[in-house]
Nanobody, 124 residues
Framework: QVQLEESGGGLVQAGGSLRLSCTAS????????LSWFRQAPGKEREFVAA????????YYEDSVKGRFTFSRNNAKNTAYLQMNGLRPEDTAVYYC?????????????????WGQGTQVTVSS
């Protein structure tokens, strides 16, 4: 069973950039569609971006369009979320989620596999 792990979070000033990575152990990412969700304190987990298994189709939540880019390198068993123009409201724990059938969903329950999350904090 594949296990997902996120990395790359940290503290950055508003307007700065971070690149999150999602890697897999115990299996390959190749057959999984992937998404990023985020959860801020006191809020529900929300969809951020999605990419299909071969990296052809991507989807973004409106507030991150034009600022975030989701890509994947299946040969390296890694997916990346490049985040530019970060805002304080982007502060949250970011989670990588995977599923073999769901390509994009607003609902966290539609994904079978999750990482532990990585904290992103954007200061104003």
């Amino acid at each position: 069973q594949v296990q997902l792990e996120e990395s790359g979070g940290g503290l950055v000033q508003a307007g700065g950039s971070l690149r999150l990575s999602c890697t897999a152990s115990g299996g390959t990412l190749t057959t999984y569609n992937l998404s990023w969700f985020r959860q801020a304190p006191g809020k529900e987990r929300e969809f951020v971006a999605a990419i299909d298994w071969d990296g052809i189709k991507t989807y973004y939540e409106d507030s991150v369009k034009g600022r975030f880019t989701f890509s994947r390198n299946n040969a390296k068993n890694t997916a990346y979320l490049q985040m530019n123009g970060l805002r304080p409201e982007d502060t949250a724990v970011y989670y990588c989620a995977g599923d073999k059938t769901t390509v994009q969903s607003w609902f966290a329950d539609d994904y079978d596999y999750w990482g532990q999350g990585t904290q992103v904090t954007v200061s104003s």
